[in-house]
């Protein structure tokens, strides 16, 4: 099997490493992980840079607006993404979205190392777009299963 690597980030102005592995170990045992206002990308930045910043999050504002909790209520129309609420689950349109500007961009394939109720993985798939995606908890893993059973075409 062949293993590509998909996006790597590069600061090409960033302090000296003592200074990136101090911040990095004050923030160890931190328990205030949030998905828009503290992530792992939030952490990377701050530790390269000292600003407190993810692109991600940003991408997603300008796609779904400021008001995070919009994208379960937009989740919450679509069908298959209703099929069970989950709490850390974001927009399919935003995954979509992102697929989309990567294909400009040449082929896509998408690995989600914590895919929970599978969003990015029938994002992937209804975009044609070769997708991996990991689960550590069980019951979630057959919600993501379950939805992936669903298809447009029924005679597919």
């Known amino acids: 099997m062949d293993f590509y690597i998909i996006y790597v980030k590069k600061y090409f102005e960033c302090d ?3 200074i990136i592995l101090q911040r990095a170990k004050r923030r ?11 992530n ?6 701050y530790c390269k840079t000292g600003e407190h910043r993810s692109r991600q999050v940003e991408s997603y504002k300008r ?3 400021e008001n995070g909790i919009a994208i379960t ?6 069908p298959v993404h209703r099929w069970f609420r989950y709490s850390a689950g974001f927009s399919a349109q935003w995954v979509e979205t992102v697929i989309t500007q990567a294909k400009e961009q040449g082929e896509v394939t998408v ?7 599978g969003t990015t993985l029938l994002a992937s798939e209804k975009l044609e777009v070769e ?3 990991i ?22």
């Open 135 to 156: 689960e550590a908890h069980p019951f979630v893993m057959r919600v993501a299963k379950a939805k992936l059973l669903y298809r447009t075409c029924p005679d597919a």
């Open 111 to 117: 690995l989600d190392p914590f895919a929970g109720s």
């Open 73 to 78: 209520i937009e989740n919450l129309k679509l």
């Open 16 to 18: 000296l490493r003592l």
């Open 28 to 38: 160890l045992g931190e328990k205030e992980y949030n998905l828009f206002y503290n």
């Open 63 to 65: 796609i779904v607006g």
């Open 40 to 45: 792992c990308e939030h952490f990377a930045h």
């Open 131 to 133: 997708c991996y995606g």
